[in-house]
């Protein structure tokens, strides 16, 4: 395992990964995917489609819901990810933004950006000060709060916490987890904006959206997750200007609508 | 005739004493949820351990190898025992019923080897005193404050600028997003419960020195004390641990000071008092003083 994030982006292979909670109720099944170094993909999906669990099995986090990848592949680069603690994935450079923002409310938000640094084994100070100045030059609204209790933020703030704090960890891809939950159009706006400049400073970006208009227009490719299975794959345009994803999720009714959506 | 003011400075060595025990109740519910029922049987086994030692090993070597080995019982039982339970709320409980056991297991050995002896732990204070003024303290009092005192100190010192610290601040707030940050759960959970191993058997020295006649097996159950300190501070406060504590530690000698005028309450209501304030607490402040969310874990 890698002591530090490695310098060059990688890319993240999901192959035929099946999920299981509890030992009974299959979440995912044989579902592949790649997120090429330093490229938006983004995943579409309703509520229970699976999109959160497979986030899960990336970063680790699948054991304390009781859930375990059963069968299947999940890789970063060289590293196997599948099985392994949190924190592996972590120093392999991959770092997870929980939905809902779950930012640590009773801890300023100075505390919540270094526990973004938690995972990684020894860094510099060097290394750590490029990585705040990193994420307040994208957030220039944290730097004024830093004393300030995370759990006081707005929403949209705590949403830029959220990331700021991921971000502290350096790394190479970044997976987000419908980052525009619950937030006003504007703010929604803001973060795609900041989605977009993060991507181009090179860091690959996993998105998991139900705003799938915002999703599609930041993403290279795009799959839709439906009951636990890939049932659409493409680039991100082609998607969008299909009739599934455009009835399904992007709110509009087809003309020769054949069933109720 | 006792006097007010040497009530209340036994008030405050005591409460200090229970700040340690109720510090490491706190520590260890923070980090992992469960409430250590075994705690004053690892304070009895550091106890026994200094006193067994402190022939060979002098006093400080006895007391640093006490303190080493309740930190490794302490964190060794955490680690390999109980979180085979999980992480998650409910296994919390079933943890906490667990150290029920644990406490038998530890304690029946432990009364076994100290029978009905009071065992001396050879510390230094003897039953040396000091006037201060119009009060006379014992020195193991004095001793209890300052070195609770400064080890509180340092236990917060390190909760707020150590990574660790802030690995367990984060987890106990959020376990899934502590965990997303690469926080090792398992790994800050166990070094909490050595912390409070290692506080409990400090603790252990200064509830069997001067004035107390020496260590015996229930020594560990006079620590208990702090279990409603703990309680009435918040459980999940370290702070309410302290302000718990310093409130237990003067009720109690209080109590106990004026019992002749109180014994309308019946003998050794200095005994109950702890409880009798934990109650009188959460009846006007049902979460303790200071905590927020009631003990309740996300």
């Known amino acids: ?261 | 005739m006792t006097g007010f003011l040497d009530n209340v400075l036994n008030g405050l060595a005591l409460g200090a004493v229970y700040a340690l025990v109720a510090l490491g109740f706190v520590v260890m519910f923070k980090a992992s949820g469960v409430l250590n029922f075994a705690h004053g049987s690892v304070l009895l086994l550091g106890g026994y351990l200094i006193a067994v030692l402190h022939d060979d090993l002098g006093f400080a070597g006895a007391l640093a190898l006490a303190v080493l080995s309740t930190a490794a019982l302490a964190g060794a039982l955490d680690r390999f025992l109980l979180q085979r339970a999980g992480q998650d709320e409910q296994a919390a409980h079933i943890q906490t019923i667990a150290t029920i056991g644990i406490d038998i297991l530890i304690f029946t050995d432990l009364a076994r080897r100290i029978g009905g002896d009071l065992l001396s732990l050879g510390d230094p204070w003897g039953d040396a005193v000091t006037e201060l003024g119009p009060v006379t303290v014992a020195d193991s009092r004095l001793a209890a404050i300052a070195v609770s005192t400064v080890v509180i100190a340092a236990v917060f010192a390190l909760f707020r600028f150590t990574p660790w610290g802030l690995s367990l601040r984060a987890a106990a707030e959020d376990l899934e997003a502590a965990a997303l940050m690469g926080v090792r759960l398992r790994r800050v959970r166990a070094l909490a419960w050595c912390l409070a191993g290692g506080l409990a058997a400090l603790a252990a020295v200064f509830l069997a020195a001067f004035p107390a006649p020496g260590l015996e097996r229930t020594t560990g159950q006079i620590a208990l004390h702090a279990f409603p300190a703990a309680i009435l501070g918040g459980l999940a406060s370290p702070v309410g641990a302290l302000a718990g504590s310093l409130l237990i530690g003067l009720t109690e000698a209080l109590v106990v000071g004026y019992e002749s005028d109180l014994h309308v309450l019946g003998d050794g209501f200095g005994e109950v008092a702890p409880y009798a304030v934990m109650l009188l607490v959460l009846l006007v402040r049902p979460t303790g003083l200071f905590g927020a969310k009631g003990a309740a874990r996300v």
Do not use: C, W
């Open chain 1, 1 to 261: 395992m890698p002591e530090a994030p490695p310098d060059e982006p990688s890319a993240l292979h999901i192959e035929d990964v099946d999920v299981t909670y509890g030992r009974a109720v299959s979440a995912l099944r044989s579902v592949s995917l790649t997120v090429p170094p330093g490229s938006v993909v983004a995943l579409l999906g309703a509520n229970g489609a699976g999109k959160t669990t497979l986030l899960r099995a990336v970063s680790g986090t699948l054991r304390l819901h009781r859930g375990a990848v059963t069968a299947g592949r999940i890789r970063y680069g060289d590293t196997v990810l599948d099985g392994k603690d949190p924190v592996a994935a972590v120093r392999a450079g991959v770092v997870q933004v929980p939905e809902g923002r779950r930012v640590f409310p009773g801890l300023s938000v100075e505390e919540n950006l270094r526990s973004g640094g938690l995972g990684l084994a020894r860094r510099g100070r060097a290394e750590a000060r490029q990585a705040r100045e990193r994420v307040f030059s994208l957030f220039p609204r944290l730097a004024e709060r830093t004393h300030q209790a995370a759990g006081l933020l707005s929403g949209g703030e705590q949403q830029m916490l959220a990331i700021g704090r991921a971000l502290m960890a350096a790394p190479r891809l970044l997976l987000l987890d419908e980052p525009s939950l619950g937030l006003a159009p504007q703010m929604v706006h803001r973060i795609a904006e900041v989605i977009r400049e993060i991507n181009a400073q090179g860091t690959g970006v996993l998105l998991v959206e139900q705003n799938a208009g915002m999703a599609l227009s930041l993403a290279d490719q795009a799959h839709v997750l439906e009951v636990g299975e890939v049932r659409l794959s493409g680039p991100a345009a082609e998607l969008a200007r299909t009739d599934a994803v455009r009835r399904l999720y992007l709110g509009e009714t087809a003309e020769d609508d054949q069933g109720a959506a």
